[in-house]
């Protein structure tokens, strides 16, 4: 026998029998992760105001597991989407747990377009609407190299809705005619390189359209929800695009730990670093990590230092502690924002977070 095709095939098949390994270890690994809650219901009516957390967490111990067990019928319009009337029925194949929903038949020939607004969302949209289509978490060249505001029409100091604006940068053969105006927020740092800005948070404060190209360009602001100053950034505006709300929340996939940077408590108190479920945070991790919406991390408190009893001179780490979850919501470059989801202990700026998948 050829003992190239041999040692060939002999590779072949240890390659074989480790990808199945690795299948069969990451399989059990989900299993072990997907309990069902204690008392859960055999079945659940969807009622207004549910979000569907809530919903998962009737159903399972870790709700971010939902994607694991949810029945996805394709007789149905949208099938990722949950509506109030639905009943989710708990059903069992080959022993393993799944969520079904009874089904509502399409209508056919005829089509039907389901009303987006109606379908539950996956967190409360009233405290993260904001943060979908308004603020950004912007990056530093990106800010810094934006378009600003010279002046105002008829000397203003400040600017408001049905004044006109003076603005310097805008490209006279741009095919942007809508234009958001930002001030400067929260500015957040590598907490590994305090001296690396990661972004800025951009607070919308009005929008308006381009009236005059040139330089200054003008623009004129339709809509205002604060003050608008010389020196104010303008950037294009993205307000009107579609903003996926209704995620399905899974463990992230991220392989390293993340930080929280910031948190943006009753909208915008800088210098606040308590945290508490429901705040919006700044997480650092962002799209070149490979963070999406609906990704659910752990939270864990940093364990404090104490000095040693018996020795004077010596310190002693405490271990960090699992405390509670957090969801991203939305993505940037380097930067997310994420809702706490709940806690069972104070969080603070400066706590970590970890996907339960990931390695370290």
Known sequence: MNLGIHMKNTNKFLSLMVFVFLLSATSFAFAENIKLKPGHPEKYTVVKGDTLWDISGKFLSKPWYWPEIWQVNTQIENPHLIYPGDVLRLIYIDGKPYITRDGRKRLSPRVRVEDLDQAISTIPLDIIAPYLTENLLIDPGEYTGAPYIVDINDGHLSAGADDSIYVMGIDENTNDTNYAV???????????????????????????????????????????????????????????????????????????????????????????????????????????????????????????????????????????????????????????????????????????????????
Do not use: C, W
């Open 182 to 360: 930002y001030k400067q927020g929260q500015v957040y740092k590598n907490p590994a390189n305090k001296r690396e800005i990661l972004g800025y948070e951009a607070i919308f404060l009005g929008e308006g359209v381009l009236e005059h190209r040139g330089s200054p360009a003008t623009v004129y602001i339709e809509k205002s929800k604060a003050e608008i100053l010389k020196g104010n950034r303008v950037i294009p505006n993205n307000r009107n695009m579609i903003v996926e709300a209704n995620f399905m929340p899974k463990a992230s996939l991220v392989n390293r730990p993340g930080t929280i940077v910031g948190v943006l408590t009753n909208g915008m108190q800088p210098g606040v670093h308590m945290v508490g479920a429901m705040d919006v945070v700044v997480i650092d991790m962002g799209n070149e990590d490979g963070a999406e919406a609906g990704d659910v991390l752990n939270i864990f408190k940093n364990g404090g230092i104490v000095k040693d009893p018996l020795y004077a001179n010596k310190s002693v780490r405490l271990p960090n502690e699992l405390a509670g979850n957090v969801m991203i919501f939305r993505t940037f470059k380097r930067l997310s924002y994420a809702l706490v989801m709940d806690a069972q202990d104070v969080l603070r700026v400066g706590d970590y977070v970890k996907s339960e998948r990931s390695s370290y």
